[in-house]
């Protein structure tokens, strides 16, 4: 297998490599706002932040957020940050105040950099009940009893309440840093030092925080790209979000590791702007959860566009229904699209299916190992290695393991195992062909839309509600979603409070997809001779009273 030529660089040096061979070439589209850059252009600007981050007084290995949806600054300041060797630390846009707090804490974030608004949801707001201290700051300055890390605070877009540093004023001050300095960090970077922290949900309840290398994602986006023949000549669409590994490593560091053109729709995922981008942008690849495409299609039988232009892609983030699959090849024109697999752990893919498999391949599995991982499917019990055909746990090692996560060596130590394994939670048989298909889950979890949710986090919240005395949350089955959650909740003897209270209990604190669709009031809960909760009867008690069936999935 040959290196990649990117291996053993940092994401600083593959930009500017791109950039080097292709200046002219157009790398960043933003469809919505206008913003165009080509890699001259958008390298500069990348420079003009790093720049912006020493002046602030950031060193590198210190670690700073980014709370905002798909804007461009959020690109920006993941190569401004790389570039100079700080840890980018992404923040899901739909965190309430009970979630932003916990991730500037628990991350040691010194610098948050925040949009203005995410539907409902005032930024600047939440941000000022968890640290009341930013309306006195100046120029962003903030100091905070409960954060004793943060240092900073700087809004993304104009307009800012006082207290906030505004970005523009950040970019001014950069240019005072001298060339000779710049270069200095930029080369103190290696390729195998954190880069990006990425929180996934954990099963003892917080999110825990992956810590990723520049290699680590890197070496993903490079083989990702590669599985869809993805050349300089391609514009590739990205409507998922940045702050996930789909959005920021397949996508941005896909495209860059190309020289390829990133095309994003919007701030966020809609029907019309991503269909609207594919066709006046000539997108030849489509990034998507299935809901996304399922939205699509919809949205193509009631107005019909151009797509013709399209040609791989990838869907992944849950199991994708046969029928959504087959009509994105037919009906969109996405006739290499792929299937990737993996999770946060792993950088993210492990494995992937090819432009040139047969459709029923790309159906019925999630493809092979991608180069460079070993994938053993073991029993769950003995942690044997299983046969091919037999059902087991799917554990990889390779360039896509996690250093581990940060400040947990406990939760790291038990997915990574001491031969370097992460052991991913999740069921797979490996078939004779040599790809593997997912069959279910180890892990207490649930995918909507794309979103893994562990239920032991929404669990640990009801119980901070006074009248909640035992709660249980679990999946069912959705037809737009793939799962929705359901909370059983048995309250103390003698409160009083219903369903809907409970929903708005959570909707004030969680984010959106987090917020339990269904909340059953219960006396009881089926339980093991042991004790133990048993939640297949739960779901099949609520499937039966709801009139739910299980998705039929590829």
């Not at 809004?155 to 270069?183: H, N, Q, T, Y």
């Not at 990133?262 to 809901?291: D, M, N, Q, S």
């Amino acid at each position: 297998m040959a290196t990649p030529w990117l291996d053993g660089l940092t994401i600083g040096s593959v930009l500017r490599e791109s950039a080097r061979k292709f200046p002219e070439r157009e790398a960043v589209v933003f469809a919505q706002c206008g913003t165009r850059m080509n890699y001259a252009q958008f390298e500069q600007s990348v420079r003009e932040v790093a720049s912006g981050l020493l002046v602030l007084g950031i060193k590198p290995g210190e670690h700073v957020g980014v709370w905002a949806t798909n804007i461009p600054q959020w690109l920006l300041l993941q190569y401004g940050a790389a570039s100079v060797g700080i840890v980018l630390v992404t923040i899901n846009p739909a965190y309430r105040p009970f979630e932003l707090s916990y991730t500037i804490k628990q991350s040691d974030i010194v610098a948050l950099f925040l949009t203005d608004q995410f539907k409902s949801s005032n930024y600047y707001d939440i941000f000022a009940e968890v640290c009341p201290s930013v309306s006195g700051a100046s120029h962003g300055a903030v100091r905070s009893d409960d954060f004793p890390k943060l240092r900073h605070a700087v809004a993304l877009k104009p307009d800012a309440p006082s207290g906030f540093m505004p970005w523009a004023e950040m970019i001014a001050a950069g240019k005072s840093v001298e060339d000779a300095r710049f270069e200095e960090a930029f080369a103190a970077c290696n390729a195998g030092d954190a880069i990006n922290i990425q929180y996934t949900s954990g099963t003892t309840g917080f999110p825990k925080a992956a810590t990723l290398s520049h290699r680590n994602i890197l070496m993903n986006a490079w083989y990702v790209t590669g599985c869809q023949d993805i050349s300089e000549a391609d514009r590739m669409c990205v409507p998922v979000p940045f702050y996930h590994c789909f959005g920021c490593v397949m996508g941005s560091l896909g495209a860059i590791s190309r020289a390829a053109c990133i095309v994003v729709p919007a701030e966020y995922f809609t029907p019309v702007a991503t269909l609207e981008a594919i066709e006046k942008e000539r997108c030849t690849t489509i990034y998507g959860v299935p809901t996304m495409f399922v939205a699509m299609l919809d949205e193509l039988a009631k107005s019909p566009r151009d797509t013709k232009s399209l040609r791989s892609g990838i869907m992944a983030g849950s199991p994708c229904p046969i029928e959504v699959m087959k009509q994105v090849i037919s009906i969109m024109g996405c006739s290499q699209i792929t299937i990737a697999y993996g999770q946060t752990e792993t950088s993210p893919v492990v494995t992937q299916s090819l432009t040139s498999d047969p459709i029923e391949l790309r159906v019925e599995t999630v493809g092979r190992e991608i180069p460079g991982v070993e994938i053993d499917i073991r029993d769950p019990a003995t942690n044997q290695s299983m046969p091919i055909g037999s059902q087991g746990e799917l554990c990889a090692r390779g360039h896509v393991v996690m250093l581990g996560y940060y400040n947990n060596p406990e939760a790291t130590k038990q997915t990574i195992d001491a031969q370097g394994w992460v052991h991913t939670g999740d069921l797979a048989i490996k078939r004779p062909d040599g790809c593997y298909k997912i069959t279910g889950r180890l892990k207490d979890m649930v995918i909507r839309g794309g979103e893994n949710i562990y239920p032991r986090e929404i669990e640990e919240f009801l119980f901070t509600h006074e009248a909640v005395a035992q709660a249980a949350v679990f999946g069912v089955p959705d037809s737009k979603y793939g799962e929705e959650l359901c909370a059983w909740v048995q309250l103390k003897p003698g409160a009083n409070v219903n369903e809907e209270a409970l929903k708005a209990f959570c909707k004030k604190s969680l984010a959106h997809y987090k917020v339990p669709r269904y909340v059953c009031l219960v006396n009881e809960f089926p339980t093991t001779v042991s004790g133990k909760i048993q939640k297949f009867k739960m779901r099949e008690t609520m499937c039966e009273q709801l009139g739910l069936q299980e998705q039929k999935t590829a």
